[in-house]
Each structure stands twice: as C-alpha cells, then as structure tokens.
C-alpha cells in the first residue's frame, strides 16, 4: 500500500495485517513485563510490617492500594493480553485497520494502567518504613549537685521536669538540671 504526501515520493504503509502482527509482538513483550509487576504487586501483598508503630489508618490505607494496584494490573494485563493473543480475525483490510485502532488503545490503556499498578504498590509498601516508637519511655535527670533521678516523664508544674521514681513522682526545677537523657531503663 503506498501513500504520497505532497512535495515528497510515495511512503510505504505496511498493510494492516501486518500492523496488528507488529502490535501483538510489542504487546507480547508488555505482557512480560505486566507479569513481572504482577509478581512485584504479590510481594509487596505478602510481606507485611508485624511494627505495632505503624497506625491503623495508615495500615487500611496500604492494604486498599495494594488491592487497588493488584485490580489495576489485573485489567492491565487483560487489556495487553487482548492485543497479544488476538482472538479475531480480520477478513478485509478495513477490519484489520479498525482493529489495528482498537488494539493500539487497549495496548496504550495497558501500559497506562501497569504504570499505575507500579506506582499504587510503592506507595502501600512505603507504609512499612514507619518509623517506629521510642523504644524507652524513662528518662535519667542529671542535677548540677550530681544528684540523679530516673524513671519516665509525668506532666508537672511549669518550670520544672517532673519523673516518676520508685520514691514517687520528683519535679525538678529546670534551673537545678544539668542534663536529661533517654535510657533504656533505670537501675
């Protein structure tokens, strides 16, 4: 089939048969990689933080986009598979190029929804790097006499750091405190 635009020789225009064989190989090479994703999108799902850190909010948010991206590269593959494996045949040249057309949408819808079944399973699996709480609630107080206390911060009077002890609740006068650091724990 040749074709001519002005102010230039004839163009080759691969027939329409030929297009959709060129079609179906590229989307038999997408299909490859939607499997790959696919597979990724079932990683992600499997692995889990067991981090009690992490909100509950924030947790229902990760499952719904993991889902959402496994349902997304479900259609994308179907899309893609379509184009890849067609099923119908095209009698004439004017089926084949209202095929072509169609082929190339669902293999563009393909690849568009891939990239967003991609993009939706980071976004779930970033919830596993929350960070997590502190691992110390106690805290050791420091005086400017060398006086110590510790034990785990309590509200208490303005101007001062009050700590729970084994003796009691002690507020410290800011003035008085040399240092506060964390501890794991207190002798």
Do not use: K
């Amino acid at each position: 089939m040749e074709r001519s635009v002005a102010g230039s020789g004839p163009i080759q225009v691969p027939p329409p048969a030929d297009r959709v064989e060129a079609l179906a190989a590229s989307a038999r090479g997408w299909h490859t990689i939607q499997m790959a994703v696919l597979g990724f999108i079932g990683i992600c799902g499997v692995l889990h933080t067991t981090s009690s850190s992490v909100p509950r909010t924030v947790q229902v948010l990760a499952a719904a986009l993991a889902v959402t991206a496994l349902a997304a590269a479900a259609i994308a593959i179907f899309a893609v598979g379509r184009v890849a494996y067609p099923i119908d045949e095209t009698a004439d040249d004017a089926s084949a190029l209202r095929f072509a057309a169609q082929a190339t949408h669902r293999l563009h819808t393909g690849i568009r929804l891939t990239i967003v079944a991609v993009i939706l399973a980071v976004i779930a699996a970033l919830s596993g790097w929350w960070p997590a709480a502190a691992a110390t609630s106690a805290v050791a107080v420091t005086g400017t006499s060398g006086q110590a206390w510790c034990g785990p911060l309590v509200n208490g009077p303005d101007g001062a750091i009050s700590v729970r002890t084994g003796n009691g609740i002690i507020s410290i006068p800011a003035q008085v405190i040399s240092q506060v650091r964390p501890v794991a724990g207190c002798p």
